[in-house]
């Protein structure tokens, strides 16, 4: 079957990228990015994406059994366009980790974006639906889920489901704007007045942003220097993944040192998420939070934003 409707919209999030994808009535397609946060992924994928790829299938080679390395993979492929071979490094991740709500929504995302033919695969549905399952508040799984029901026609379903998602979503958050932007078009569309609806939600409560304004989730943490980059580059890749987990290793012992820099923390937890360690992440949360539990609510917020499973 083909495209029979007039449009979705189509937007994976999560503090790494948001992509909105329209379908309009001729067929034809607009994407476009929101900037999404630099990670050691995307600073090496700017180098030689397919070193990266590589060096990866050489780990899940090695160790097939490696539940995040085959979803740093899958990450991998999406990032490179490789949607299709996404899908199936997502599959190993999902079987090893089926726990896992991240691995799952990802699942979904690259089969939403590998298909030709149906915008809501029934293999994407039921891994957002399994997503959901582990893990009620999964950002990603709560916004296709709502896409699946605004492709049945159940608009105002969609619209309301946006909305409360609209209203667990941290204020600076990445994938704000392009949701708030989804609903303003899906209700413009179908005629349903959502002006009042959207000025009535009560986001989270916002905590005191990092000096920039942003929060420190959403905002450009600096990673490696670009000559630290250079270098790494030129290290095999054993030595490349050593020099990484070398500094995400020093975070770690900071924080054991200093254990109230809440900051710092929130930067161990990004770290860990861009690495595909999402238990080690959902760690750090654990230890941020026992730490500092006068800001749990704003190191809540900011797990979030990045993903962290569980939270």
């Known amino acids: 079957m083909g495209w029979s409707w007039g449009r979705v919209v189509l937007m994976g999030a999560i503090g790494i990228a ?72 997502y599959r190993h991740a999902t079987k090893l ?14 089969a939403v974006m590998a298909s030709e033919r149906d915008p809501m695969p029934e293999e994407a549905a ?48 990445p994938w704000e704007a392009d949701l708030r932007r989804t ?6 569309i179908n005629g349903i007045d959502v002006a009042g609806r959207l000025a009535a939600v009560k986001p ?22 670009r000559e630290q980059m250079q270098a790494a580059a030129q290290l095999p890749k054993g030595q490349q993944d050593a020099m990484i987990e070398g500094m995400v290793s020093g975070l770690e012992a900071k924080l054991k ?15 860990r998420m861009t690495l595909g360690e999402t238990s080690k992440a959902a760690a750090a949360y654990a230890a941020a939070k026992a730490a500092n539990p006068a800001q749990a609510g704003r190191i809540r917020d900011e797990a979030r934003i990045l993903g962290v499973p569980g939270v």
């Open 18 to 89: 948001a992509v909105s994808v329209g379908y309009n009535l001729t067929h034809t397609t607009e994407e476009a990015k929101a900037p999404a946060a630099p990670s050691l992924l995307t600073d090496d994928r700017a180098n030689d994406p397919e070193a990266v790829i590589r060096g990866l299938q050489d780990r899940v080679g090695a160790n097939p059994n490696d539940a995040e390395g085959w979803q740093r993979l899958g990450w991998a492929y999406f990032e490179a366009g490789r949607h299709a071979d996404a899908v199936r490094a």
């Open 97 to 110: 980790a089926p726990g896992n709500a991240t691995f799952w929504s990802s699942l979904g995302e690259a």
């Open 126 to 173: 039921d891994a957002f639906d399994r997503a959901i399952s582990v893990d009620p508040k999964d950002p990603r799984a709560r916004y296709f889920l709502a896409v699946r029901k605004d492709l049945a026609k159940d608009h105002e379903g969609a619209i309301r489901d946006w909305l409360a998602l609209l209203g667990d979503t941290p204020p600076g958050a």
């Open 183 to 188: 609903i303003e078009q899906v209700g413009k």
């Open 204 to 225: 989270v409560a916002p905590h005191p942003p990092m000096g920039g304004g942003m929060s420190v989730a959403a905002a450009a943490i600096p990673g490696p220097s």
């Open 257 to 271: 040192a200093n254990p109230g820099n809440v900051d710092g923390w929130i930067m161990l937890m990004r770290s």
